[in-house]
């Protein structure tokens, strides 16, 4: 059996659009050319992200079913309640609505003005939430490359330094995010979070985890460490967790249904406060702002995100389709994680200037040649208005992302991709740039309007 192939077969299935060259053309000038105005309709294959986007599994649907909508103390609390302690070994389990919220409660908690919160990297609303806290973020990650296994890990010699430094008094946490989404989604190491829980408890600060993709990380690790073996993929997953403090995590990753988060953690004064908190903006503690059916169809949906055939095949086929957009002539970056497959549109389109946006010309190529959706991580996400107020300070690189929903795609929707690319390679000479004509302050990359560069 191909180590990528499918270990399911499939018992619902929708009908995709597949939009003609003039309704493409249409939408993308509609949209701005910006590829998050293009309506779902109008998209063949849409790998904008793999959160909440995932297909749930026939027992995921059917414990949809026995879902306890009472307000209080529902039955689909106590089950969701149980997975999550025999998981993570917390006993405080407290669900919220996604991922953001958690962050937003646990670290406000934690942070006030002046504070820092440090970390291999955070996730962009990770670090909305230490800033609106008035504290600051603060990223060490390892430098990495192609020979590098752990490219998630946090680097001891940076985070040693801040700490012992003049400002070291100011961090007040620290946050491992596994896998590293923001850093192509590469794992951390056991190794990594041992050390991390040593200097942690030298420095008394807490250690927090972000769990959204714990078990392809453990899976990671399970692959690229020999000290795992022996051991099962939920065990490495655990131990994880009973290295932090804390936890929280989008259950829209990881937790292979479309709505949900939690925070998971073992000091009891700091989850009746954060309890305090979920009251005030999510609802009652036992749903937190889901439905009784979402905490069922989750409790589900994290007892099978371990199973090691589902990991295998998310892991390989990533690998897989990594291949295959490289021999489409795609400059794919490696190793490849489980959650996407990152591609460096500054390498093809070195004729286009940072500020003009190449990785922008990429994706809207390739929607322009087959609906395909992807998601731009260059200078349109990562850049910063420069001083003149006019040209961008650009992104450190000039990054697509091909996420992979969980679950959703088969092996020839992968390959329509790959061959939608190799048009787009075929006259990537020919294609032009953007120039931003409108913008907001935060998260511009979801309303910006584009013209094409003349
Ligand atoms: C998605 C994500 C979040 C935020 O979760 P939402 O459910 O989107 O609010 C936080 N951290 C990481 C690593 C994520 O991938």
């Known amino acids: 059996m191909p180590a990528f192939m499918e270990p399911f077969r499939i018992k619902a299935v929708e009908p995709i659009p597949f939009p003609s060259v003039a309704e493409r053309d249409a939408a993308l000038t509609e949209a701005g050319h910006n590829i998050f105005r293009i309506p779902a309709r109008l998209i063949t294959i849409d790998m ?49 609505h996604q991922g953001r919220a958690a962050e937003r409660i646990i670290l406000h908690e934690l942070l006030g003005r002046g504070d820092v919160s440090v970390s291999n990297t955070h996730f962009d609303s990770t670090r909305a939430s230490v800033e609106a806290a008035g504290a600051d973020a603060v990223d060490l990650p390892v430098e990495y490359d192609e020979a590098t296994p752990f490219g998630g890990d946090i680097d001891f010699d940076r985070l040693r330094r801040l700490l012992t430094g003049d400002g070291g008094a100011r961090v007040r946490c620290l946050v491992l995010t596994v896998t590293n989404n923001a850093n192509g989604g590469q794992p951390v190491s056991l190794d990594n979070a041992r050390v991390v829980r040593q200097i942690c408890d030298e420095h008394d600060i807490p250690f927090l985890l972000d769990a959204s993709r714990f078990a392809e990380n453990a899976y990671l690790v399970h692959h690229r460490s020999p000290e795992t073996s022996g051991t099962t993929v939920r065990e490495t997953a655990r131990e994880f967790f009973r290295l932090a403090d804390a936890c929280w995590a989008s259950l829209k990753k990881d937790g292979i249904a479309n709505i949900g988060g939690l925070i998971a953690l073992h000091d009891a004064d700091l989850a009746k406060r954060c309890r305090a908190k979920v009251i005030e903006t999510e609802g009652f503690p036992t749903y937190g702002g889901l439905a009784g059916r979402d905490l069922d169809a989750l409790a589900q949906g994290l007892l099978e995100v371990t199973d090691v055939d589902y990991l295998r095949y998310r892991a390989e086929s990533a690998r897989w389709f990594a291949g295959v957009l490289a021999e489409a002539g795609l400059p794919v970056l490696r190793p490849t994680g489980c959650h996407a497959v990152y591609v460096d549109a500054g390498r093809l389109l070195p004729h286009i200037p940072p ?24 200078t349109l996400v990562f850049g910063r208005p420069g001083t003149d107020g006019a040209t961008d300070i650009p992104a450190p690189r000039e990054l697509v992302r091909f996420a992979i929903p969980r679950r959703v795609y088969t092996a020839s929707h992968l390959e329509y991709v790959a061959e939608v690319a190799e048009r787009v390679v075929a006259k990537a000479a020919d294609l032009r740039g953007y120039r931003i004509v409108e913008q907001d302050d935060v998260m511009r990359q979801f309303t910006a309007i584009l013209q094409p560069v003349e």
Do not use: K
């Not at 959160?51 to 106590?78: H, I, K, P, V």
């Open 355 to 378: 500020h003009q946006l190449p990785a922008t010309a990429l994706v809207n190529e390739l929607y322009r040649a087959g609906a395909v959706r992807t998601t731009e991580l260059g």
């Open 48 to 96: 904008l992200t793999d959160s909440g986007t995932s297909a749930m599994s026939a027992a995921q649907w059917s414990a949809l079913l026995s879902g306890d909508e009472s307000y209080a103390g529902a039955r689909s609390f106590e089950r969701f309640e149980h997975v999550v302690r025999e998981l993570t070994g917390y006993p405080e389990v407290l669900p919220v």
